[in-house]
């Protein structure tokens, strides 16, 4: 067993307490006293070996601190996107298997993509934005979330999402990949956010031409988590490619010249208590 995973499984977790181990970019183990979350995995080499020799290479500057394989401590697996880095198409099947009775929760445009890798239709759960699903122990809140744009669909809703995870009576919002929009923390604020993950890694030229699609830059996921009331915030989405990260000091310098409250993780697989 990985030592990770173990580590995961062995630790014990007081009602009112959540764990959190960070995977790299938007990945991080939750763990209550009843359930454990994964969310945004990704644990494999897909999107580097899609890319190798292009002018968008991939090059990973650390390893992922677990395989797929694993995760086999899930109870809920929820994605914000389909994109590679958020629905890994080589990570979440065998997640799948490993997990056995892990279920997913997905943007309702993603569903398609979960069940083409061979997982079956009751073990999916989507939801299309401005909704929520109740779980065992933990009620989710789907929030639109605009990467670079909204591609809002009527019939499966926006394919993009932000999630509020409701669970040991606290609040934790998980931003997925976004870009500011108007009404975004109205209809966060109102979730009274404990914790805050939101994505720094920003948005130029340079990537445009890459064709990467934006997210926060760090003045903006600070004044973000500033206008939302987050108690506590923790920036993801950088340090895991070479050609798409952000620096954290930034962010970290940002966020104590504004009075907001932030933890940094010490690393990949690095662990954080949330009382």
């Known amino acids: 067993m990985n030592a990770l995973?173990?580590?995961?499984?062995?630790?014990?977790?007081?009602?009112?307490?959540?764990?959190?181990?960070?995977?790299?970019?938007?990945?991080?183990?939750?763990?209550?006293?009843?359930?454990?979350?994964?969310?945004?995995?990704?644990?494999?080499?897909?999107?580097?070996?899609?890319?190798?020799?292009?002018?968008?290479?991939?090059?990973?500057?650390?390893?992922?601190?677990?395989?797929?394989?694993?995760?086999?401590?899930?109870?809920?697996?929820?994605?914000?996107?389909?994109?590679?880095?958020?629905?890994?198409?080589?990570?979440?099947?065998v997640i799948a298997k490993a997990s056995a009775r892990v279920q997913f929760v997905v943007p309702a445009a993603a569903r398609e993509t979960l069940l083409k890798f061979g997982i079956k239709a009751d073990r999916v759960e989507t939801l299309k934005g401005d909704d929520s699903r109740a779980m065992d122990g933990m009620e989710v809140f789907g929030i639109p979330a605009k990467h670079e744009r909204f591609d809002y669909h009527p019939q499966t809703g926006f394919p993009y999402l932000s999630y509020v995870m409701r669970l040991e009576g606290k609040s934790v919002f998980h931003a997925g990949d976004t870009i500011p929009y108007g009404g975004q923390v109205e209809r966060v604020r109102k979730h009274r956010v404990d914790l805050a993950l939101v994505p720094i890694n920003g948005r130029d030229d340079f990537r445009h031409k890459l064709n990467f699609e934006g997210n926060f830059d760090c003045r903006e996921a600070v004044t973000f988590c500033l206008g939302i009331g987050a108690k506590l915030t923790v920036p993801m989405h950088y340090d895991l490619f070479t050609l798409n990260t952000a620096?954290?000091?930034?962010?970290?310098?940002?966020?104590?010249?504004?009075?907001?409250?932030?933890?940094?993780?010490?690393?990949?697989?690095?662990?954080?208590?949330?009382?």
């Open 247 to 275: 620096d954290v000091n930034e962010f970290r310098t940002m966020a104590e010249d504004r009075g907001l409250r932030c933890h940094v993780m010490a690393g990949v697989g690095a662990k954080m208590e949330v009382r």
């Open 5 to 93: 995973s173990r580590e995961i499984w062995e630790a014990k977790v007081e009602p009112g307490t959540l764990l959190f181990w960070w995977l790299g970019q938007n990945g991080f183990v939750m763990k209550s006293s009843n359930l454990t979350a994964v969310i945004d995995p990704y644990l494999s080499t897909f999107a580097e070996r899609v890319t190798k020799g292009t002018e968008a290479e991939h090059v990973r500057m650390s390893p992922p601190p677990m395989r797929p394989e694993d995760v086999d401590f899930a109870d809920v697996v929820l994605c914000t996107h389909d994109h590679a880095d958020h629905i890994d198409p080589d990570g979440i099947p």
